[in-house]
């Protein structure tokens, strides 16, 4: 792709093309179209391919690579078993009254709260309102009875690698869901389904992914990024160096 070429003012003036047969234009309206009409089955079809491709990337180079969405793909593991509803389990345990076990269905039987915000990755991608729905995080944190000793919360995944972790507090707040849908659809595999968490107004590394334990502890523990240099209260815009706008 040629440059755009700067004249003396500072302002910038394309480069002249060769003129383009009218066979040619008719064939790119003709692409165009094609594109208008197979655009969302081609998204599925690059979401699946990367997704894949990502889990058998050791290197983490497939993430760089965005899709449609305007996601990236990232895991911290070779490969991440499939979960579905005969067999996903989310545990809840620790400084808790009544640990819980639940199920996909128990899940969705639940009050389910829905949120349209911005997603903001650390490392400066941005996909603007995006829905999320799910189950405040909160309600299962008072359903366990949480103990007068609790003052944190650390998450585990089924990838059996990732792990998370807020003040209870933070983990109390109505925008932090335990997500089972995006983008008005069931969380899929390749984007941490089909169950993960979602904490609107931090940096999307502390969504974890493919959730599969929520364990009330003591204190925050840091998780696999802050243990890598991440801050672990990573508020968008306040956090990690980074002067984003805001996702609340």
Known sequence: ??????????????????????????????????????????????????????????TG??????????????????????????????????LVDKPTSYTLADLRALPQTRMVKDVQCVTGWRVPDTPFEGVRLSALLDAAG????????????????????????????????????????????NHGGPVRLYVAPMYFYKSAKWLSGITVTEKVEPGYWEERGYDIDAWVGRSNGRDDEPTT
Do not use: W
């Open 146 to 189: 949480v103990r007068s000793s609790a003052g944190a919360v650390r998450f585990t995944c089924f990838d059996g690698a990732y792990t998370e972790s807020l003040t209870l507090e933070q983990a109390r707040r109505s925008d932090v869901l335990v997500a089972l849908r995006m983008q008005d659809k069931d969380i899929g595999h």
């Open 61 to 94: 180079l497939t993430g760089l690579l965005p899709n449609g969405g305007g996601f990236r793909y990232y895991s911290v593991t070779a490969s991440v078993p499939r979960k579905t509803a005969k067999n996903y389990r989310l545990t809840v345990d620790g």
């Open 1 to 58: 792709m040629n440059p755009e070429v700067p004249d003396a003012s500072g302002e910038r003036e394309p480069e002249r093309g060769k003129p383009i047969g009218r066979r040619i234009f008719l064939g790119t309206l003709g692409l165009g179209a094609l594109g208008v009409v197979s655009a969302p089955v081609l998204q599925r079809g690059l979401e699946g391919f990367l997704g894949e491709a990502a889990q058998k990337d050791p």
